[in-house]
């Protein structure tokens, strides 16, 4: 039998809390499970910092990745015999399902922001090069690895296949609501899954919804918009990612004025230098930054080891709403007021935006912008959400953006008071 | 601080007016493709390169009042028309600019359609690629587009005169 259509003994099961049991039987699935590179995932958390707000929130990337295979898996059933599915695309939607984060590295969005770098480049080199998951890709055909890559990359013919794993209504998506709901405590997040899945019908180039199941779809875009906002832009999260991406530019530029650190960062290195190969690139997980992050915290330089001090022992900046267009002078006059009182404005006078996180909203957008959630009709015409869910319509056309102000609220707190500097500071801040 | 937004604010400041979303997302694609410094990150979507970081800090540029939006109703869909505004101007007085001249490229730009500036963009995601794989490539993820050689030897054209300008 082909390496391809091998089939496991008996079914394994994973125990899950947001979808019970997670059954794999492919052994190609299962052989790609067990790779170091999949498991190096265990190591990742998916919501990187937000354990510092919510403390349930150390689940994995490799939890999150089960959860997007089993939910394929499940419309991949429902697909059979359905007109424009292709049953020899299966294995490939399972695979690009369980691999699409593979890339992701340590605390991904601070990490990739102060080192420019894309987990999705990574994803691709881990997919195609010389590692145990592309041995197992390539066993099932020459062509396998590179399919993969491309469905990941949305990039593959196949337009379908690519939007259950990227679309406005994905496998990826209606995971991480779930999970991330179940993982931080939050009562947002929840929606009729099942249902979701029972109306999901493949046209030749997207997934779509039929009609009768627009409700289930609202309240998916509902938990979408609550969750981004209680959740994924939590002002506290956003504080530690301020602190953690800090963090990484000191001791970039330490390592950049030739300090000598009492711990050599060798798994930093190439990260500094800005051109970590994929090894040294999967050596670094979060693991090991936490270890580097509490022997920085006994480094000479107090402007790092203030910072991790403040991230181990969650000692969070405070924030202040701010308005960039109507106080752009005060912020430049608290900027000289931080350097005066000896507090280095450029790690802690910090504005932080609502577009520096990486989480989106459903938006209907223009013609061409961005394919949106079609539902189809009885008579078989396809129609957008928004023109049909008032409840959608409603708050898809509201833009909410934010800028907070960022600052060591205990550092001013110890200031003298007859400190005038101190006094302005706080009247800027505080009124 | 937000040095990113005054990248954008530069963008917008150097054509009267930008009118279309998709042909928005296109631009600042290719002028990234031409060494222009923005920081944006983009993923291939559907329509080709598509940056939701750019969507969120346009809406921020709109939300701050340093940009106007006109939504413009077509005959099946919605357009979307972006200016600069006073407040854009005075936020502005407060950067130096970072970008080299991006006029010449705007206005070769707003000169073809989004249809084209779809192709250059696709075109140019594939650049790693060589250059008959990236033929293959954009038929094969552009099939409905029904693009030609002849597109896309205007397309390589058109990609060569951009990057003269500087």
Sequence with gaps: ?431 | MLENHAKLMQFFSSSEAIVGRKRLQKMIYILKKCEVPFEERYQFHFYGPYSEELTLRIEEMCNLGFISETKEEKKNYYQYRYQVTDAGREFMEHYEESLPPLNAHIDAMNEKSSRFLELVSTMLFFEHLPKDEISEKVFSVKSTQNYTDEDIKDGWNFIESLRKFH
């Excluded at chain 1, 399972?94 to 080192?115: M, R, T, Y």
């Excluded at chain 1, 020459?142 to 939007?163: C, E, P």
């Excluded at chain 1, 061409?368 to 008032?390: C, D, T, V």
């Design chain 1, 1 to 431: 039998m082909a390496y391809r259509d091998e089939q496991l003994s008996e079914e394994k099961v994973f125990k899950d809390p947001v979808h019970r049991y997670i059954h794999v039987r492919d052994q190609v699935i299962w052989d790609l499970i067990g790779t170091p590179e999949f498991q190096r995932l265990r190591r990742i958390r998916q919501l990187g910092t937000c354990y510092l707000t919510f403390h349930g929130a150390e689940h994995s990337r490799f939890n999150h990745s089960l959860g997007v295979y089993e939910i394929v898996r499940r419309i991949a059933s429902n697909f059979t015999d359905r007109p424009n599915w292709d049953p020899k695309e299966r294995l490939l939607c399972l695979a690009a399902a369980l691999l699409h984060d593979l890339g992701h590295g340590p605390f991904s969005h601070s990490f990739e922001k102060v080192f420019k770098l894309d987990h999705e480049d990574f994803t691709q080199a881990i997919l195609l090069g010389d590692t145990k998951v592309n041995e197992v890709l390539n066993k099932v055909d020459k062509n396998f690895a590179k399919d993969v890559a491309d469905v990941i990359n949305k990039t593959y013919k196949n337009k379908l296949v690519v939007s259950l794993i990227s679309s406005q209504i994905d496998a990826d998506r209606m995971d991480y609501l779930q999970r991330d709901a179940y993982f931080t405590g939050v009562s947002y997040g929840h929606f009729d899954m099942e249902r979701i899945l029972r109306v999901m019908r493949p046209m030749e180039d997207q997934v779509v919804v039929k009609e009768s199941g627009m409700h289930a779809v609202e309240d998916y875009i509902m938990s979408r918009y609550q969750m981004y906002w209680q959740v994924y832009f939590h002002p506290v999260t956003r504080s530690a990612e301020v602190i953690l991406s800090k963090i990484l530019h000191r001791a970039k530029e330490l390592y950049e004025k030739d300090y000598t650190f009492k711990l050599e960062p060798t798994h930093f290195l190439s990260f500094f230098k800005g051109e970590p190969t994929l090894s040294e690139y999967l050596g670094l997980d979060e693991s090991i930054a936490l270890y580097y992050f509490q022997m920085w915290m006994q480094e000479d330089d107090e402007i790092l080891s203030d910072l991790c001090d403040r991230f181990v022992n969650r000692r969070l900046f405070k924030y202040i709403e701010f308005n960039p267009n109507s106080q752009m002078a005060e912020w430049m006059e608290l900027y000289k007021l931080f350097q005066k009182a000896g507090l280095n404005p450029d790690y802690y006078l910090v504005v932080d935006s609502s577009s520096d996180l990486p989480y989106d909203f459903y938006r209907p957008g223009e013609e061409g912008e961005r394919l949106p959630i079609h539902l189809l009709l009885p008579n078989q015409e396809l129609k957008e959400l928004s023109r049909l869910s008032e409840i959608v319509e409603s708050i898809s056309g509201k833009k909410r953006t934010d800028h907070k102000l960022y600052v060591p609220q205990d550092v001013l707190d110890n200031m003298s008071s007859r400190s005038k500097t101190k006094k302005r500071i706080m009247e800027i801040l505080y009124g």
